[in-house]
């Protein structure tokens, strides 16, 4: 067997079987492994790779699980063992619950049925279309978002704004502040009952059942509201009329679900990538004076397209994206039937963990990881080991909305940093990630947006 790198003192055995791999000693039958996990779940996983190395081995009660942090390892499971794999049953339950049978919930024949009708719309060659509406959008929220703001809030409401006018050629209306608290309310809730054994179900006065209810809600009326009327040439005009390759379209229940599921899944995660972008530019002032001058050099004061040759803007978020990955964790995946890898005979029904999060700080493959450095995704730098860096998953799986998401934070990121130097407000302590659905900040992030006086004139 390949051995695979591990950065501690401990060797790894000669051995290939899952119950020779190193692991931490449990008692209790695991229970207090499945307690850290939930209050401290990335604390947790870079605990275990640092004491135990790239493959770790944890058992809870009589669930068998493998963490895998070998960048090799990882994407061998993902892109050629992914028919092996399901997703992890309790991600789906909870998912299921607000997003239905979407893309992201489905497994086998179904999701690869509705993954071929969803495909064209998020493909690199559709992408550029959506520029114009995501640059109404940014302009929208940003013309009045000088001084100090709540910027999760902020990129949330421009993250949501893009997404509807996508998805139905129609604006976010007034409630954008509820509607994005409703989705921290599903999120925090999702995330909580993941780690219950079962659902239970909704109307039990169970704490944050009600403000679960609400949310949900308000979230169905706003993609139901959508769905009514989408205007021409929208996501869900085209999508009801979609055929795929092999003729297959879609039920209105599964287009309803897949609107949700780009509405959720689709904005939180883009806002997510550019709060932690905007933090650490707001506090590596040298880096956000060379994005300004890159910003202003390209564009002489017109507006971005997204598609704008702008390299070291790309690589800062990149980098926030490595060193923040909004879908930091919970890529879990069921093996379905024994598979070797690399000579590691891995049984029936494991369970295999990958944290992203740890992947992107483990110090044998990034140099000085908790620096921010965007050099190193500059064209022409080494490029990072193949696994290392994974923000949008890797396999069949890999997200869609990729190619959305990138050209959507290069145009909100050029447009605010053409408007806008961000400055730390003295006094607030530097941001905390907390693992929800995505990594958020433990605490509301604020930052000033002071106007720009040295912008070039507008063309
Ligand atoms: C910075 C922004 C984004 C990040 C970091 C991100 C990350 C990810 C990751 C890591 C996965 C794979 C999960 C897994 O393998 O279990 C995923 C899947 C997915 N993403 Fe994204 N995403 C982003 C933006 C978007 C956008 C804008 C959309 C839609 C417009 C979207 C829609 C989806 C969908 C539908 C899936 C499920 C795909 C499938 O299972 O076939 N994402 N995303």
New binding site residues.
Partial sequence: MRSPHVDTAKPMPSVCRWQDLPGPRTRWWGLPLLREMARDYLGQAEGLRRTHGTLVRTQVVRERMLDVYDPALLRELLVEHHEALV?WERGPEVFAEVMGQS??VAEGAG?QRL?RVLMPA?SSRRVPSYAGLMGEAAEAHLRSAAGVQDVGLLFSRITMDVMLRALFGQALGRDGAQVAADVQTLSEAGFREMFWPVTLPDWLPLPGKAAKRSALKRLRGLIRDGLANPSAGSLAAGLRQARSDHGESLSETELRDQCM??FQ??HE??AT?LLWWSALLANHPAEQRCLREEVDGTLQGRAPSGQDPLPRLDASLKEA?RLY???AAL?TRRLLRPIQLQGLALPAGLLLRFTLHTLHHDPSLWDEPERFRPQRFLPGAAPPPRGAYL???VGP??????H??MQE?QLVAAQLLQRFALHPLSGDAPPVPRLRVTLRPLAPLRLELRPRQDAPAAR
Avoid at 397 to 402: D, T
């Fill in positions: 997703r893309v992201l999701w993954r998020f599921v780009s899944a689709g995660t883009s990538a994206m990955p909004p879908v890529l923000p949008f998953g799986r890999v997200c869609l909305g990729q959305f998401a934070m």
